[in-house]
């Protein structure tokens, strides 16, 4: 098994051999409490870079009115990053910057929290993910995880990328074969997992500061 690393090295236990034992790992104590660390497609990729403030604020700003939606409609859970996915069809084992888990697909057996309150990871196939890229999750973001989250099932894969000036806003649908982007109309995309269009909106704040908003309709 390969390891990719981007930043400070950090110590992988010799035992770690597949994703089962990848998995025995994460959910450990022994398991580094700081970084990106996953295991994508028999690969284990490791991200020790420190988040830039605008991509902190973009991820920040989803997530909380994603996390507000799904409550006000009690559509079903959503996790900011910090959560595990791990699926075995797409040999997948990973922290997205956010997901969403209906209740049909827990009802359903789609997606599953062993433990409950106490569980550290779902597991299958949540309806949707979220990544933001940054300067080195360029590959790991826009083509590995492209392939092993539609390998994985996931209905739809967001994408947000803030590193120019004008924010990328993208969601992806899943096709037969592969993903693909949703038309966009003035900005605006509607997602067929949350029945909404979204859009998300860059305002320059003093001292440089971007702030962004994930308008709903």
Same mark, same amino acid.
């Given at each position: 098994m ?23 790992? #994460?959910?450990?104590?022994?398991f580094?409490?700081?970084g990106?660390?996953?295991h ?13 403030? #605008? ?6 700003a ?10 006000? !409609? ?13 699926? %075995? %069809? ?7 910057d ?5 209740h ?5 057996? &789609? ?7 106490? #569980?550290? !990871? ?7 993910v ?8 360029? !590959? ?12 994985? &099932?996931?209905? !739809? ?20 074969? &592969? ?39």
């Open positions: 390969s390891t990719i690393t981007i930043g400070a090295p950090v110590r992988i236990p010799g035992w770690v051999k597949d994703l089962a034992s990848f998995r025995r790992w #994460a959910r450990s104590g022994a580094p409490d700081h990106w660390i996953s994508l497609g028999g690969e284990i990729w490791v991200d020790l870079s420190m988040e830039r403030a #605008a991509h902190n604020q973009a991820k920040g989803v997530n909380g009115a994603l996390t507000q939606l799904v409550q006000q !409609e009690d559509l079903g859970s959503y996790f900011s990053d910090r959560m595990l996915l791990a699926n %075995d %069809d797409a040999d997948l084992s990973t922290e997205p956010g997901m969403f888990v209906s049909e697909s827990i009802d359903r057996g &789609k997606a599953i929290l062993v433990e409950g309150d106490q #569980a550290l !990871e779902v597991q299958g196939s949540p309806d949707m979220l990544e933001v890229v940054s300067d080195s999750s360029v !590959e790991k973001d826009l083509e590995v995880l492209f392939d092993l989250y539609w390998r994985a &099932k996931i209905a !739809e894969y967001w994408i947000i990328d803030v590193r120019g000036e004008t924010p990328r806003f993208e969601i992806n649908r899943r096709g037969p074969s &592969k993903y693909g982007a949703l038309r966009q109309q003035g900005g605006w995309v509607r997602s067929r997992v949350f029945q909404r269009s979204f859009r998300l909106v860059r305002t320059v704040r003093p001292g440089k500061l971007s702030r962004f908003t994930l308008e709903t309709r």
